[in-house]
């Protein structure tokens, strides 16, 4: 069945050849089977079982059971045509304890996994850290704790030493800014921790472990490495010197600290940062050569000066004009085109290619009579967004690869299973995958 397009009127424009098309996902929220293998508890496990802290009061023990379907889940992959899939290992599942030697069951799963990818024609983007951490080392102070980035670097070196000859692109770290930020500042994901600026150790010891695990890949696996950041472009809201003041610092804080220091400029002046837990050294580890910058992009962000007495040095205002997605996340595919040169014109020289490792969005997707999923905003968005990135190769910017969030619908962290990303739709009781219409757009979009 071809897609019959009743919102993209003008054609799609040609892109390089080599342009990597993906599609990624994360363990957590697909893999379930949090029982078998060996596997240990992570920080999610806990975190999913408080109550209040999962909106449906749900957890990841089931998620999609990709663990156990996952051969399903690589035909509907491969079936879109694209080159590359983007999943997440579990630490707990190679490391239960967080430390020591490898559990092989655990790694024998991404080992069939993998092979599977391959055998289907499709290259294997394995992510290292999406968020999942051991619980074990969060008992001894999770990401606060430097001995984190060491023990990350050893999980690094166990994987690669059996995946290192397969994976064709390693991301060390999923979006280290909002697991900061959520997970250790605001508390509203695992591991529910409320410091606000305090947090700043764990945006260094993050960085400290991406580096040191650079080195771990690099010395057993010959494939290139990257690490997958968030980014948001500000939108300044209100014209006083305190508001070019306040979305100065939030640019700071969520566009540069995770990305100076990554490409040899050292740390910004953000919000927060603390010299005090950078040692000599550390910035030549974390400077270490990547070969892929990846970006997730979801929307922009309006910013203006706070109220006094705020706790923060910046107020987060709400985006007027945009249409918005089940999230109620704006969409904007300027904002990915503003975010990409905005890189572009700030790192120049040291600059990495550009993959695009998650754009996505949310929409309340139901199955019509005839058991079919027509998601015409998903293929809209996708549409704008596809375009952003083919002007922003345009005018020069090295974008080498575009992954959608998500392939299926999945267990969305603290929104639990209200949030559906997928381009495939997942009938959670049953199990059921039912490709939406946005599924064969993508598919139609990579054939050409
Ligand atoms: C990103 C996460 C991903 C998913 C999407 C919607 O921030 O990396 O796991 O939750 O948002």
Redesign the pocket.
């Known amino acids: 069945m071809s897609w019959e397009g009743e919102l993209t009127t003008v054609p799609l424009p040609d892109f390089p050849a080599g342009f990597r098309w993906g599609v ?1 996902t ?1 363990a957590y ?1 697909i893999e379930g089977a949090t029982g078998v293998d060996g596997r240990g508890p992570s920080i999610w496990d806990t975190f999913a079982r408080e109550p209040g802290r999962i909106v449906d009061g749900s957890t990841g023990d089931e998620a999609c059971d990709h663990r156990h379907r996952y051969a399903e889940d690589i035909a509907l992959t491969a079936g879109l045509g694209v080159s590359a899939y983007r999943f997440s290992i579990a630490w707990p599942r190679v490391q239960p304890g967080g430390a020591g030697p490898a559990n092989a069951a655990g790694l024998d799963f991404y080992d069939r996994l993998v092979d599977g990818l391959l055998a289907a024609g499709v290259d294997p983007v394995a992510t290292l850290f ?2 999942d951490l051991p619980q074990p080392l969060e008992d001894a102070g999770g990401w606060l704790n430097r001995d984190t980035a060491a023990r990350f670097a050893e999980y690094a070196d166990l994987t690669a030493a059996r995946l290192g000859d397969r994976v064709k692109l390693w991301i060390t770290l ?2 280290p800014f ?1 697991h900061m930020t959520l997970g250790y500042g605001i508390g509203t994901h695992a591991p529910g921790r409320m410091l606000l600026f305090d947090s700043f150790p764990v945006a260094h010891h993050q960085l400290l472990g991406h580096g040191l695990a650079v080195a771990a890949l690099r010395a057993r696996s010959t494939s290139e490495v990257a690490i ?1 950041n ?1 980014y948001s472009p500000v939108r300044q809201v209100g014209d006083t010197d305190a508001d070019r003041v306040a979305a100065r610092a939030y640019d700071a804080l969520h566009n540069r600290l995770f990305t100076d220091p990554l490409l040899g400029r050292g740390y910004p002046d953000a919000p927060g940062f603390d010299p005090a837990v950078v040692r000599d050294g550390d910035l030549d580890v974390i400077a270490a050569p990547i070969d892929v910058l990846g970006v ?1 992009y ?1 929307n922009p962000t309006g910013i203006r000066a706070p109220e006094e007495g705020s706790p923060l040095p910046f107020e987060m205002v709400p985006l007027d004009g945009y249409p918005r997605t089940a ?1 109620d996340w704006p969409v904007a595919p300027d904002g990915l085109r503003e975010l990409l040169g905005q890189l572009h014109d700030r790192y120049r020289d040291a600059l990495p290619p550009i993959q695009v490792t ?1 754009s ?1 969005c ?1 929409y309340d997707d139901v199955p019509d009579a005839d058991g079919r999923v027509h998601d015409p905003e998903r293929i809209a968005y996708l549409d704008g967004h596809v375009r952003a990135v083919h002007e922003a190769i345009g005018a020069g910017v090295p974008v080498t690869g575009y992954f959608v ?2 392939l299926l619908d999945n267990w ?2 603290a929104e639990g299973f209200t ?1 559906r ?1 997928g381009l495939v739709h997942v009938d959670y009781p049953t199990q059921r995958r039912t490709p939406k219409s946005s599924y064969t757009w993508f598919r139609d979009l990579i054939r050409r």
């Open positions: 990624s994360s929220q999406h968020w999923n979006e909002i997958a968030n997730n979801y999230f998650e996505g949310a969030w998500s969305e962290w949030k990303f």
